[in-house]
């Protein structure tokens, strides 16, 4: 079974820090690219970042370039997002998915996590 476990979302001032954790299991995580999607109540879901687990490229919305970091331990099965310098804007539910194609800089995903909060205040 294919299981994507995201955490590490809460409550955090702009300006401030978050680093998401996705842990994945049930699939050959080498093979696969890893991403981070966000949601925002009454907006479209969004790419933000992926990473290419078998050579480690990796692809950023331009709204978070800069800010944010995707990186990837293949020992653990695990990606993270380290999120800097952060705004009320980035206020959402952050889902992790695991796909094998990158369109157009985001991720075909076909398998999606539930989802943590990361809430941003002014």
């Known amino acids: 079974e294919v299981q994507l476990v995201e955490s590490g979302g809460g409550l955090v001032q702009a300006g401030g820090s978050l680093r998401l954790s996705c842990a994945a299991s049930?699939?050959?995580?080498?093979?696969?690219?890893i991403g981070w999607f966000r949601q925002a109540p009454g907006k479209e879901r969004e790419g933000v970042s992926c990473?290419?687990?078998?050579?480690?490229?990796?692809y950023y919305a331009d709204s978070v370039k800069g800010r944010f970091t995707i990186s990837s331990d293949n020992a653990k099965n695990t990606v993270y997002l380290q999120m800097n310098s952060l705004k009320p804007e980035d206020t959402a539910v952050y889902y992790c998915?695991?796909?094998?194609?990158?369109?157009?800089?985001?991720?075909?995903?076909?398998?999606w996590g539930q989802g943590t909060q990361v809430t941003v205040s002014s």
């Open positions: 990473i290419t687990n078998s050579d480690g490229s990796t």
């Open positions: 998915a695991a796909g094998h194609t990158v369109v157009a800089g985001t991720l075909d995903a076909d398998y």
């Open positions: 049930g699939f050959t995580f080498d093979d696969y690219v």
